[in-house]
């Protein structure tokens, strides 16, 4: 096998596939090699992912990516078919919604204006509104909610397969090796080395590897503010089922639920320590979840948690966004990691704007400039008022 490409990706998760993806779609002809450390992906945050799709943030940036993405998961399955391989992605546009109390609702009515400036039909709801969404509903605390009815929840790992495939199939070699260090000199990439020792040489390396990112940037001394953050989803079923199909709800708690086919996933927002960690404990959903979900909705008063999982989120300290572009100093050194909980749903936004700004220099379809890795030293972050 040749040791050597035009373009070496680290991790061939949802971001890294999607990016091979692009690149060779939109007419880089060089030599891919995607290194890929789990070819069962095991411990990947993508098909540990909620699936969450929304377009309820609050800058333009990240506004756009999910409006780019919006449309591209809305026609996933017939423009990503592979013969008769599909990749149905599943995308159950039921919404996506807010619950506020009476200040979270002063933000809201801000976040819509912002939104409603870039093209997102989100809306402002009443009690009343809420109740005809999740007729059982309890919203004695509550004074309303934001919603965006196009928004909803999908499968990430038949995402990930769908670019892994289409990259594959254009061309991209994915060799399941683990990169143990980045190899550079005069302040330019030269590739890198595999922990069994070999390396492979290339003039442009992209830092696709989720969670493990900044370990591997900060070794090669190219730290950035990135740490792997534990979070927990659990699988429950309850006695007796709800009216309508949920949309993914955020409770102002900050646990989350949603309909998972019949059943239902809840998980929650909330400060831990940073680590990689993938334990997850049933009394962690009893003490913490279910309290909140059954004071929310009657019927979640009996359930019956079936499983649970922990992934872990490449969670950006600083401003908890992606950090994407050159790193400054290391040509052809490339970001794409710190999605901080929102990276498979900017994952075909990413895709294109990576493929853009290696192939043309700049990009054209949106301007990912704002994520740029420079940020933090010209302390021009990207603040956004709706990251959980
Ligand atoms: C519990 C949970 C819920 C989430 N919910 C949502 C949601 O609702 N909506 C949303 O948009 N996002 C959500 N996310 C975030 C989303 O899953 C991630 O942002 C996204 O999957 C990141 O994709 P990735 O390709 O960067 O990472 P990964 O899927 O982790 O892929 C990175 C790959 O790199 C490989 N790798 C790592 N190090 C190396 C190395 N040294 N050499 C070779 N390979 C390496 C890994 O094996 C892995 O396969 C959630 C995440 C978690 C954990």
Not at 173 to 201: A, D, F, M, P
Not at 256 to 261: A, C, L, P, T, V
Not at 289 to 312: D, Q, T
Not at 353 to 366: A, C, K
Request: glycine share 10%; proline share 4%; with cysteine.
């Amino acid at each position: 096998m040749a040791n050597s490409a035009d373009l070496i990706i680290i991790g061939g998760g949802i971001i890294g596939s999607s990016v091979a993806y692009h690149l060779l779609h939109d007419g880089f002809t060089g030599k891919i090699i995607v290194f890929e450390k789990d070819s069962t992906y095991e411990f990947a945050s993508t098909p540990r992912s909620a699936g969450g799709f929304r377009q309820l943030f609050t800058t333009a940036v990240n506004i756009q990516m999910s409006r780019f993405s919006l449309q591209v998961y809305k026609q996933f399955a017939k423009n990503m078919a592979i013969g008769d391989d599909t990749f149905e992605i599943d995308f159950k546009q039921r919404g996506y919604l807010f619950l506020g109390t009476e200040t979270m609702m002063q933000h809201f009515k801000e976040h819509v204006k912002i939104q409603h400036q870039n093209g997102v039909s989100s809306e402002l709801l009443g009690k009343k509104e809420l109740l005809e969404i999740i007729p059982e509903l309890h919203t004695d605390d509550l004074a309303g909610g934001l919603y965006c009815a196009e928004s909803g929840y999908l499968d990430p790992y038949s995402v990930m397969q769908g670019y892994i495939k289409q990259a594959k199939k254009l061309g991209a070699e994915y060799r399941y090796e683990e990169v143990g260090s980045l190899l550079s000199g005069q302040n330019r990439i030269k590739g890198v080395r595999l922990t069994n020792g070999e390396e492979c040489l290339a003039p442009v390396v992209i830092n696709c590897a989720g969670a493990w990112a900044s370990s591997l940037s900060k070794r090669a001394n190219m730290p950035l503010p990135v740490e792997p953050l534990p979070r927990r989803i659990f699988l429950f079923d309850c006695e007796k089922p709800l009216k309508n199909a949920l949309p993914l709800t955020m409770d102002p708690t900050g646990a989350y639920f949603r309909h998972e086919g019949k059943k239902f996933i809840a998980g929650i927002a909330e400060d831990m320590e940073p680590k990689i960690d993938f334990t997850w404990k049933r009394s962690e959903f009893i003490d913490r979840i279910w309290p909140i979900l059954a004071g929310r909705i009657p019927n979640f008063e009996k359930v019956k948690v079936e499983r649970g999982w922990a992934g872990l989120y490449d969670y950006n300290t600083v401003d908890h966004n992606a950090i994407i572009g050159e790193y400054p100093g290391m040509k052809g050194y490339f970001t794409a990691f710190g999605f901080s909980g929102h990276g498979m749903q900017q994952a075909p936004a990413v895709g294109k704007g990576i493929s853009e700004l290696i192939r043309t220099g700049r990009y054209e379809t949106i301007d990912l400039t704002p994520l740029r890795v420079e940020r933090f030293a010209e302390n021009d972050l990207v603040v956004e008022d709706a990251v959980y």
